[in-house]
């Protein structure tokens, strides 16, 4: 039988993706398909894409790619990207599972855009997002969208996570091909996001910068 899940009780949502909470674990979640996603692929995009096989779970196969390319090569501190548990069938469609990163409180983490918002941000998260910045250009994992809000901080574990923006936007694509490519797009995003971090900090009222 399909996991039921309501709109209205959507946690968040992106352009691809809405997230729900597991409605038999505590400690995981559901990404489904958006139909704001599946409107977009009928309308905006070629007719050869959208005749693909899997027309509007690409995004899955790039994420979960990435999963399998972080285990696969046993890559080191892997704990800073959200970890995938598997597939799921649901009344919106396939879902995926992922787990939870939750605060003392059971609470799920905060986002580095509340951090910074809600004048939470310290040095503490500047140390973090260096490792995670540094991890990220080490690794040759796929990171196509760095932002504020698809990064949560770990306080249980004091790191940050990467919960969305995995993946290359295409497959096949040059950056799972070429890792010095790659590295270098990596350095783009790691870049933009420091940008990013610094004028939020700004926006906020912080001296301190990233």
């Known amino acids: 039988m399909d996991m039921q899940l309501r709109l209205d009780q959507a946690i968040a949502k992106g352009n691809e993706k809405l997230v729900f909470p597991h409605p038999e674990s505590d400690d995981l979640l559901i990404k489904v398909i958006s139909d704001q996603f599946r409107r977009t692929m ?100 796929v990171v196509r969208d760095l932002r504020t809000v698809n990064i949560v901080w770990d306080e249980i574990n004091s790191h940050f996570v990467v919960i969305d923006g995995i993946g290359s936007r295409r497959l096949p694509s040059l950056r799972t091909i070429s890792r010095l490519y790659n590295q270098r797009a990596n350095r783009r995003c790691t870049a933009k996001l420091r940008r990013l971090v610094n004028k939020e900090l700004k926006k906020s009222g912080y001296e301190l910068l990233f």
């Open 42 to 141: 009928d309308y905006k995009f070629s007719i050869s894409t959208r005749l693909r096989r899997l027309t509007y779970y690409w995004p899955y196969i790039k994420e979960v790619s990435e999963h399998i390319y972080l285990r696969e090569g046993k890559v080191k501190d892997m704990h800073y990207v959200q970890e995938f548990k598997g597939f799921v069938d649901t009344n919106l469609g396939l879902g995926i599972t992922v787990r939870a990163v939750k605060k003392h409180t059971g609470e799920l983490a905060d986002t580095l855009h509340k951090l910074i918002t809600s004048q939470e941000f310290n040095q503490k998260h500047i140390d973090g997002l260096i490792d995670l910045l540094e991890w990220l250009e080490q690794t040759f994992i």
